[in-house]
């Protein structure tokens, strides 16, 4: 490294920046120093490498810098939201185990534009960025082309990036999947749908789709089908009209209001009709469901930016990942054991 730097006329420390493609150092300055590291035949030790991240390691962890967690959500307030304040907890405590912070930015703030949006992250010395996209999140880098370019970037939630690049989410197929496994377990044999239609849309059909293909391997033969109902809105007309026209047992919904509906049919819950809530927040004390645990998705989306601030991997990715939390089984008195 010392014979890169002289032949480069730079310091080893700008050396080590430019083997890194670590932004902070110009991008010609980067490019020159790995041309003339390439020229000399420079290799990395992969010993002391792995010698310096086992210290690394065991070091207690101190600051670094802080990660940009951006609200990419028509919402400023976003984080009234359960589900998205435990989202941002679970971020918050793993980037924090690793010496870094969080820094909070709203994306459809007055005056946002792409070169700002980069400004005030450069100005913050913020190098990872985190993008919370929610149902209502617009389609992402439509007007701001390559405004994370120079920063390790992940999706946290909603698939709203038509750029590659990593996202951690939750696992709705399988949720839904295993929450028909669990009515049918345990002696429903009518199960029905009644999920929101644009909460489905966003979810790429994960609600339906994993109802569908449980109801198609389901083990045992006595099954039936009632035909799931998808709403645009909140409308108890239209869930009577269905409910009397499928008489399900049991219901897999994400509307909490369709207690309210069964009920004023006049029906008990569960000895009437079960219900089976598919994203059961903290506070639905009196709703069996499941939890998508949401803290850990967080942490996942933590993990992502990490590893790409350790490898100075910045922008799209051709080799982009998601990475799916599955949900958990909450036991409540809305369905019969």
């Known amino acids: 490294m010392q014979r890169v730097a ?17 932004p902070r150092l110009a991008l010609a300055t980067r490019r020159r120093i790995q041309e003339v590291a390439a020229r000399l035949g420079y290799r990395k030790n992969p010993v002391v490498a792995s010698l ?9 962890p101190r600051f670094h810098a802080n990660v940009a967690l951006v609200n990419c959500s028509q919402q400023r307030r976003i984080y009234e939201d359960p589900r998205y304040a435990e989202l941002r907890r679970g971020l918050r405590e793993r980037l924090d185990l690793s010496g870094y912070g969080v820094d909070d930015l709203w994306i459809m703030d007055r005056g946002m534009s792409g070169p700002r949006i980069r400004t005030i992250l450069e100005t913050r010395g913020v190098r990872g960025v985190v993008l919370l996209a929610t149902v209502d999140t617009p389609p992402l880098f439509t007007d701001t082309p390559g405004v994370f370019d ?7 939630g909603f698939d709203r990036s038509p750029v590659p690049i990593h996202r951690a989410a939750g696992n709705p197929f399988y949720a839904s999947r295993r929450a028909l496994e669990i009515v049918i377990e345990v002696g429903y044999r009518r199960p029905g749908l009644v999920v929101n239609n644009r909460m489905d849309r966003a979810l790429q059909r994960g609600w339906s789709a994993g109802f569908l293909a449980g109801l198609q391997d389901a083990p045992v033969s006595d099954v039936n089908r009632p035909m799931p109902l998808f709403l645009d809105s909140a409308n108890p ?37 079960g219900l089976m809530h598919l994203d059961l927040l903290p506070e639905m004390e009196n709703w069996a469901g499941m939890r998508q645990n949401y803290a850990l998705i967080g942490a996942a989306a933590a993990e992502l930016v990490l590893s790409q601030l350790s490898h100075n991997e ?24």
């Open 6 to 22: 002289e032949v480069a006329g730079v310091s080893k420390s700008s050396v080590s920046l430019a083997l890194r493609d670590d």
């Open 52 to 60: 310096m991240a086992q210290l690394r390691v065991s070091q207690s």
């Open 150 to 156: 120079e920063f390790c970037v992940v999706l946290a």
């Open 237 to 273: 007309e239209s869930f009577r009209f269905w409910f009397e026209s499928e008489r399900p047992d049991v219901i897999l919904t994400d509307h909490a209001q369709v207690m309210d509906w069964v009920r004023a049919l006049g029906l008990q819950v569960p000895e009437d009709v």
């Open 314 to 337: 910045f922008g799209a990715r051709s080799d982009a990942k998601l990475v799916l939390t599955e949900s958990e089984f909450q036991p409540g008195p809305t369905i019969r054991y």
